[in-house]
């Protein structure tokens, strides 16, 4: 299995960043959604917004915690991937983009429940957007699952639970693996200080994107000085913040079962997993993705290497530093008979 580092100097895409059609959106209610715990919902909401026509190759696109699929509209993510020419041309694709169970405008804690809302965790959202993608949109089989961060972890998940769903697999700013180390004991950290006190919630998400996103470089860039290291944090916590601390806490806690590793044999797919050399979440130098990916019998690695212009476990969020490889793969990747 090919070990592939990414140079620094990203060749540009044939096209340039360009615009998309408008997202299209729509929603879908399960009824007697059955979670892993056995609680049941008697209605589920699962809401998501597509690209292009539904004649077009199905892609399917997964968000990260606290986000929605609308999170990746952005210029950075979408304005690199789906305008014409790009690697997922929504004339050529129909691109899905769920918001994930608990996330966006889809059913969560706050709507009513609060925290009497089914205690879930990344297969149950799993489940909820393999439905929705099956059932609903009736896409039997995608050309490609991609995700980022939670939608990495989620898209590890999928890749095993259903191996014949997708031709290609892309699981970015995530490890196979189940939680450790940094990233489970700063997701406890918020999660504890809200269940102290739900007031906490702004100051905690602030706290924790600073010490497990950004990356140093980036970060010293951006902050070179105590003063200016001042004026960046006050910015971060007197920005506005309407997200409701019960959502948060089940957004976070979500993770704390999470660990895929037992089925990475199961994986039929042509998989990329793409991380960044300065992703705090996720370090390459714990080698535990260059173990993991020996197990998965198409799979590979592409590693950014980190830079003043990476952003950490944000890297993989910008689409430039992956888009050429992205578009390569969907151009050889085999198909799987579905």
């Known amino acids: 299995m090919r070990f592939a580092i990414l140079a620094l100097a990203v060749l540009a895409f044939a096209a340039p960043a360009a615009d998309f059609p408008a997202p299209q959106e729509g929603s879908w209610t399960v009824r007697d959604f059955r979670f892993h715990t056995g609680d049941v919902l008697p209605e589920l909401k699962l809401a998501y917004r597509t690209l292009g026509a539904p004649s077009g190759e199905p892609v399917v696109v997964l968000h990260g915690t606290t986000g929605s699929g609308a999170s990746m509209l952005t210029p950075a993510f979408g304005g690199e991937l789906f305008g014409a020419g790009q690697p997922l041309d929504a004339k050529r694709y129909y691109v899905i983009l769920p918001d994930a169970l608990g996330h966006g405008r889809s059913s969560k804690p706050s709507d009513a429940l609060r925290t009497k809302f089914p205690r879930y965790n990344y297969d149950d959202i799993v489940d909820a957007a393999h439905r929705l993608v099956a059932e609903h949109l009736g ?134 997993a793409i991380n960044s050399a300065d992703d705090e979440r996720n370090p390459p130098e714990t080698g535990v993705l260059d173990r993991e990916i020996k197990r998965v019998k198409n799979g590979r690695v592409l590693l950014i290497p980190a830079s003043p212009d990476t952003a950490g476990h944000g890297t993989t969020g910008s689409a430039k530093w992956w888009k050429n490889e992205l578009a390569e793969l969907l151009q050889r990747a085999p198909r799987l008979s579905h």
């Open 139 to 272: 896409v039997k089989h995608a050309r490609l699952v991609i995700g980022n961060s939670m939608g990495g972890m989620e898209t590890w998940i999928w890749a095993q639970k259903h191996p014949q769903f997708m031709d290609v697999a892309v699981p970015m700013a995530s490890l196979p693996t189940e939680m450790a180390s940094r990233n489970w004991i700063m997701r406890r950290l918020i999660i504890d200080s809200i269940r102290r006190d739900p007031k906490n919630a702004q100051f905690a998400s602030v706290f924790f994107a600073f010490a497990t996103s950004g990356g140093n470089q980036a970060l010293f860039k951006q902050a070179p000085t105590r003063e200016k290291a001042d004026a960046l944090l006050d910015a971060r916590l007197k920005a506005p913040f309407s997200a409701d601390p019960d959502d948060i806490l089940y957004q976070w806690d979500s993770s704390r079962d999470y660990n895929p590793s037992a089925g990475l044999e199961k994986i039929q797919a042509t998989l990329l």
